[in-house]
């Protein structure tokens, strides 16, 4: 083919809304060719329109496999950190309930020192591992656990304690007790949706000596670490 010829389909290429990219799997020239003879031809609206979607598939699918490429290491760097955990002692789990009530339990201060042993959380895992602890670890009967949930008024109620019934594996009406919270004025609220189950309140029955303890095994946790 000619110059002429190829310069010619070219520009009617380009005028039916072909990119640049496009145009030279048709007409193999160099691409600064390409662009000489292009830079004077305009495009109609409906050719503009073709070039801008394409743009936007192009970086959509782009997108779509960066994402994807994200899942894939995210699985794999959780894969390999899952492995490396292995096996937790029951002193191993000690530590880490002690932890867990140290960041989310309530603590005896000098206004009140006489704090039952109280934890809040909405996250399941969290709340799981630190049940386990109470059973396990401290050995606190199943009776002198008492659950109560802490949900915005405007949330189901009702489909919350289905949620933390099966959550915990527990009755239902073990979950009767619940505090609602109300929507401040302007408050622009993020925990909305079918996700959101409020959060869940587990105290524990004649524990403030209990809690007593667990604050000396945070000073004792401390002293051990060298940062006292």
């Not at 031809?41 to 970086?59: H, I, N, P, S, Y």
């Not at 189901?156 to 004025?185: D, G």
Request: proline share 2%; charged share 30%; net charge positive.
């Amino acid at each position: 083919m000619s110059k002429s010829k190829e310069k010619k389909k070219a520009i009617a290429l380009r005028k039916r809304g072909y990119s640049y990219s496009e145009i030279l799997k048709e007409v193999p020239v160099y691409k600064s060719t390409l662009s000489i003879w292009l830079r004077s031809v305009g495009l109609a609206k409906k050719q503009k329109q073709r070039l801008t979607e394409k743009r936007l598939k192009a970086a959509l699918k782009g997108g779509i496999a960066r994402h994807n490429q994200r899942i894939i290491i995210t699985k794999w760097i959780k894969s390999k950190a899952r492995k490396e955990i292995k096996n937790i002692s029951d002193r191993e789990l000690w530590l880490i309930g002690t932890a867990l009530y140290w960041a989310e339990g309530a603590k005896q201060k000098e206004t009140n020192p006489s704090q039952k042993v109280r934890f809040s959380n909405s996250d399941p895992l969290m709340l799981k591992l630190y049940l386990k602890w109470l059973k396990k670890i401290c050995k606190i009967p199943k009776n002198d656990i008492h659950f109560e949930i802490y949900i915005h008024e405007t949330a189901n109620t009702e489909e919350a304690k289905r949620y933390w019934s099966k959550v915990f594996n527990i009755s239902i009406n073990k979950l009767q007790k619940v505090r609602l919270k109300k929507n401040k004025i302007r408050t622009k609220r993020k925990n909305i949706g079918k996700g959101y189950h409020g959060l869940v309140d587990i105290y524990t029955n004649r524990s403030t000596n209990f809690n007593r303890m667990i604050s000396g095994w945070i000073e004792g946790i401390c002293k051990s670490c060298g940062v006292v």
